[in-house]
C-alpha cells in the first residue's frame, strides 16, 4: 500500500490496508492476520472484502491480494466534451484544432440535438459526458475538475447528471468568453453571472457536483469578463480556472496585440484574479516575471504533457517551478488533444521531457510525479482525499501485479514500476466516496442502470454521424490566433 499520508509520504507498506464505512475511511494501517480476525469479530456479515487475485492461506482469516493499494488518481483539468474526438484534426496547433475538432463537435451536437436525442435516447451530451467519466473510471480517477467551455457551457446540467450517475467527484467549470472567439458564442459578463447563478440555484440536488467560474482563455475574455467572474468565486467561496499561456503563437499574439506588452500571468496579476483559489491549466509559454508572481499570489498550476505535446505547443518550466514553491499538479488534458485519460502516462511523459532537457536524469522520481496525480491536485481542488488516512474521503485504486509487464515488482522498485512500467490498464478496483466503481477491471454499470458497453455504443454512433456532418460542414474560424 502506498498511503502518500503525513508525516511520511514515501512510506510502503508491504501489507496494508483500508476500512472504509460509507464515505469516510474509518482505518488506515499494516495488515496482520490478527487485524483480520478483529475485523471479521467486529464487523462480521457487514464487512465487504475486496478480492482481486487472492490468496488465501490456512492461517489468515482475510486473503491478501497481488496488487497494489493507492489513493484514487485526481485530474485537476480537464474536459468530458473531448472524448468522441480521438483522432479528429490531429497534427494542427491549438486554435486551428479548436476550431476544426471542438468547436465544431460541440456545435454539432447542439444543432442535430433533437435527432440525435431521437436515435441514442438520450441527449447527445449526456451521452459524450458519460463516455468521459467512462474512461475516467478505467484509468483509476476519482475526481476532476471539468472545464466546460464553448458549445458545452449551455449544458450544465447534463454533465452533472453523468458525473452523479457515474459516481466521482467533480469541480465544473463554467466556460466564458467575450472576445476574440467563435462569434455565437461570445457571452456578457451579465450573461456569464446568470449562468453561474442559475446553476448553483439547482446546485443542492447534486451531491458529488459543484461549479467555479472558468472563463476560457486569457486571450477570450477582457478585464470586464474577468474582474466580475472572480468577485463571484470570492463571493461563493469557489476555484477559478482558465487556461493561461498554452500555445506560443496564441501567447505571442496576446503580448502584441491584444494586452501590448503583458503576458497572460501580467495582465492577470494588473486585474487581481490571480490568488491561492486560482488554477492555470497549461502556462507552458512564461515570461521573465511570470514565475515570481505566480509564486507571490501561490496560483496553481496544471500541467498537461500529453496534450502540450501533441498539439505541439511545447512544455512549461516545470522544475522552475517547482523550484520556486509553485504547486504543479499533472492532470491529462481532454481525450480528443490527448487522445486518452491515462493520467499514469502523462506523468511518466511529465519525467522523461524534463530529464531530457535538462540532462539531469534525479529530477522528478516516480515518488514525486505520483504525488502530482494524488496529494497535490486533491489540495489543488480543496478535496478531502489524495491519501489514504483516517477521515479522509473513501477514495482509492487497485493496480493489479500480476500483468508481465510488472513482474518482478517488489516493495523497493513499486513507485519506479507504476511510473516506468505499468500502462495504465492494470486499475483492478476503483472505490469512490466509498463506492466500488470497477472491480476485477471492469468498471460496473452507473448508478442510473447505464452500461458501459450502452455508453460506447452510443459515442460510437456519434463519432460516425459527426464524421458525415465535417464533410460538408463550414468551417469554423474565428478562435485566438486562427482567425
Known sequence: MLPFAKPDRSERLRDGYVLADGNTLLEVGRYTADVGRRLLETYGEHLRVMAPEPRFTTEEAIPRLRGVLL?????????????????????????????????????????????????????????????????????????SMVHHCNYNKYHLEAIAQANEAAGTKMIVAVGAQDRHYVAEILDTPAEAIARLD??????????????????????????????????????????????????PNTTRWFKESIEPGLTPVEYAESIGVLDAQTVLAHQVHCGPNDLEILARTKTRIVHNPLANTILGSGMPPIIEMLAAGIPV??????????????????????????KALHQEASLLPSQTLLEMLTVVPAETLRLNQGE?????????????????????????????????????????????????????GQVLPFLDGTTPAAIMEAVQVLSERFAEYRESAVELRGTGAHR
Open 198 to 247: 442559475r446553476i448553483l440555484a439547482k446546485s443542492d440536488g447534486y451531491t458529488r457536483t459543484s461549479f467555479c467560474p472558468g472563463p476560457d482563455q486569457f486571450f477570450s475574455n477582457s478585464r470586464a469578463m474577468l474582474i466580475p467572474l472572480k468577485a463571484w468565486a470570492r463571493e461563493h467561496d469557489t476555484l477559478f480556472h482558465i487556461h493561461s499561456a498554452e500555445e
Open 329 to 354: 499538479a499533472i492532470s491529462t488534458d481532454g481525450s480528443g488533444s490527448a487522445d486518452n485519460q491515462n493520467i499514469l502516462a502523462a506523468a511518466r511523459l511529465a519525467a522523461q521531457y524534463q
Open 71 to 143: 489513493p484514487g488518481f485526481v485530474k485537476a483539468h480537464g474536459h468530458d466534451h473531448e472524448q468522441p474526438l480521438i483522432g479528429v484534426a490531429k497534427d494542427e496547433p491549438l486554435t486551428a484544432w479548436l476550431d476544426h475538432a471542438v468547436n465544431p463537435f460541440t456545435r454539432f451536437l447542439s444543432l442535430q440535438k433533437d435527432a440525435l436525442t431521437e436515435l441514442l435516447g438520450v441527449s447527445p451530451q449526456l451521452a459524450t459526458y458519460r463516455m468521459a467519466r467512462l474512461c475516467d473510471l478505467h484509468y483509476g480517477i476519482t475526481a
Open 388 to 440: 489514504l488516512a483516517v477521515g479522509r474521503q473513501a477514495d482509492w485504486v487497485v493496480l493489479g501485479l500480476g500483468r508481465p509487464n510488472l513482474v518482478p515488482t517488489r516493495l523497493d522498485n513499486l513507485t519506479e514500476n507504476l511510473i516506468w512500467a505499468a500502462d495504465g490498464s492494470e486499475i483492478e478496483a476503483v472505490v469512490a466516496s466509498g463506492r466500488v466503481l470497477k472491480e476485477h
